[in-house]
């Protein structure tokens, strides 16, 4: 790591034990996000699915597979390719990288 990225993250540590710390229910929050992003990410290596299979492969709701999906889409990790009847079927687009955009959302 860069001596930068190294200060930052000390400066952030101190912020967050100022702020006193980061509380449960969003490190709960946090765990669950990356959870699920794991589990679709996984489902999908298996090859193109549409929403309502991973839906079923990963035993969540399909408007949180939706979701994640079409954020996975944004960030550049997933594209359509092709229909499945009239739903569209979703791959790990190759050579994609395991969090979105630095975004924060698969952390």
Known sequence: MTERRIQWQQDLKQFRERMGGISESKKAWAKRQKD????????????PMTVPALAAATRLPARDVLWHVLALKRYGQVVETGLDGDYPKYGLKEGS??????????K
Not at 36 to 47: P, V
């Open 97 to 106: 990288h395991e969090s979105p955009g630095g975004s924060g959302a698969g």
């Open 36 to 47: 699920i992003l794991k589990a679709i990410r996984s489902a999908l290596r298996g090859g």
